[in-house]
């Protein structure tokens, strides 16, 4: 059963420290999405890769957040320092792109993020 | 700004009644309309989805109707179900590029 793995599923974390969101795509997928859910934004599209290499982060706080997928099977998303407006889902998902067609994209569960 | 307007934020349905959900996009380069359904505690999860180049789309109880010249589309559930109770996105995005969610609807089917 293929799925889209996040790790942790919840995270409560004090105000100013350093939060590391994991995902494992799917096996053989090349495109990795990152969203953010909260009440007041809904869905938001944070950063994504294809083929590991970035290709757009302008969802992404510039100065606190970052993405990187070290290898095919883990992406990350860290924020450094936390802050209480970052409190919110973090959604990793995945893909496979063939040629111009657009992506369908397969939602892990999710990680609930608590700054305090 | 590419924005995905999605309305209503709510709606109740009877069991066995049609819900509907419209949403409208602005960006006219979007090329691909896929609608999610997420549960409570769930990531979404892609229900069924559209290219500009169909007016419609069924899958079982589920319907993508398409009007281009408008920069509408909306989703039909017939014979609404309970289990049908969740949260329900459309989405746009262009080729290469990663979705822009409507605001979300959340739908009840009373028994």
């Known amino acids: 059963d293929a799925r889209v793995t996040q790790t942790p599923r919840h995270k409560v974390t004090e105000m100013g420290q350093e939060v590391t969101m994991r995902c494992q795509p799917i096996?053989?997928?090349?495109?990795v999405f990152w969203y953010r859910q909260t009440m007041m934004q809904g869905l938001e599209l944070l950063a994504y890769?294809?083929?590991?290499?970035?290709?757009?982060d302008s969802g992404m706080p510039k100065d606190r957040f970052s993405a990187e997928m070290p290898d095919a099977t883990l992406a990350t998303l860290k924020i450094q320092p936390s802050e209480p407006r970052d409190s919110a889902v973090y959604f990793c998902?995945?893909?496979?792109?063939?040629?111009?067609?657009?992506?369908?994209?397969?939602f892990g569960q999710g990680t609930r993020l608590t700054v305090v | 700004q590419q924005q995905v307007k999605q309305s209503p934020q709510s709606l109740i349905v009877q069991k066995g009644g049609i819900s509907i959900i419209n949403c409208a996009y602005e960006n006219t380069a979007f090329d691909y309309f896929p609608w999610y359904q997420q549960f409570p505690g769930k990531g979404p999860a892609l229900l069924i989805a559209?290219?500009?180049?169909?007016s419609e789309k069924k899958e079982g109880r589920f319907t993508i109707s398409f009007n281009k010249s408008a920069k509408q589309f909306s989703l039909h559930i017939m014979d609404s179900q309970p289990g049908d109770s969740a949260t329900y996105f459309c989405a746009a995005s262009m080729t290469s590029r990663g979705l822009t969610f409507g605001q979300g609807t959340i739908l009840t089917v009373h028994p």
């Open positions: 096996l053989g997928h090349n495109t």
């Open positions: 559209i290219r500009p180049d169909v």
């Open positions: 998902a995945s893909g496979y792109r063939l040629a111009a067609m657009n992506t369908e994209a397969f």
């Open positions: 890769f294809r083929n590991r290499a970035p290709l757009d």
